[in-house]
């Protein structure tokens, strides 16, 4: 099915250790997008890409860094897990800007303990 | 700075019943909204996308309004069914590339 793949779906890591979440769309979508999902506080951007080689902040990139080297992956990486970074995390991917939406992958649960 | 507010943040009915879900916004220069739908444990469903030039989008039993003067976009669900249980979350594209977020409307509906 057409859509974006998030892998993986669960993972828990100690605190200090490093790992990559990896999106995947299948629609030749321009732009892609990481969120996390905190209760109470909605989704929150990480960091964003306009296109193939391309990458930007968002609201709260500290502690995380991001590649799209290949149009249809966007890569979201934890260089040192922290107790802070337990959250879902979603990605999305959009054709363009201001007349599209968004669609989501079925998110990542990532908990650092 | 662009703020969305759903309010209630929970909100049960019996099936069958009309209800409306709202969203509030800080600052009228909007692109777009768009209403999603989140199931427990599952990622983001779009439900349906208003853009700044239109008053309403229909779905199915779904109907999203949105008045950009006043800050606001309700989302209408008629007849609700025990199926339609899940949190809505709306978010309004304001340009910079990235949508903002409501904290969502938990609604369940009693069979």
């Known amino acids: 099915n057409a859509g974006v793949t998030q892998t993986p779906k669960f993972r828990v890591l100690k605190t200090g250790q490093s790992m990559t979440l990896l999106c995947a769309q299948d629609m030749n979508h321009e732009y892609m997008y990481w969120y996390r999902q905190d209760p109470g506080m909605g989704l929150r951007l990480i960091h964003y890409s306009v296109g193939e080689g391309t990458t930007a902040k968002g609201e709260v990139p500290d502690g995380y860094n991001v590649s799209r080297l290949k149009k249809q992956n966007f890569l979201l990486g934890l260089e040192s897990a922290a107790p802070s970074q337990t959250s879902v995390y979603f990605c999305?991917?959009?054709?363009?800007?201001?007349?599209?939406?968004?669609?989501f992958g079925s998110g990542t649960r990532l908990t650092v303990v | 700075k662009q703020e969305v507010t759903q309010i209630p943040a929970a909100l049960s009915v019996p099936e069958g019943e009309n209800l409306v879900l709202n969203c509030s916004f800080t600052d009228s220069a909007i692109y777009n909204l768009q209403w999603f739908r989140q199931d427990p444990g599952k990622g983001l469903t779009s439900l349906l996308l208003i853009q700044s030039s239109q008053r309403e989008q229909t779905s199915g039993r779904l109907n999203a309004s949105l008045d950009k003067s006043s800050g606001r976009s309700t989302l209408y669900i008629a007849a609700s069914q025990p199926g339609d249980s899940a949190t809505y979350l709306c978010?309004?594209?304001?340009?910079?590339?990235?949508?903002?977020f409501g904290t969502g409307t938990r609604l369940k509906v009693l069979a």
């Open positions: 999305a991917s959009s054709p363009g800007t201001s007349n599209y939406g968004y669609t």
């Open positions: 978010a309004v594209y304001s340009g910079t590339y990235k949508y903002i």
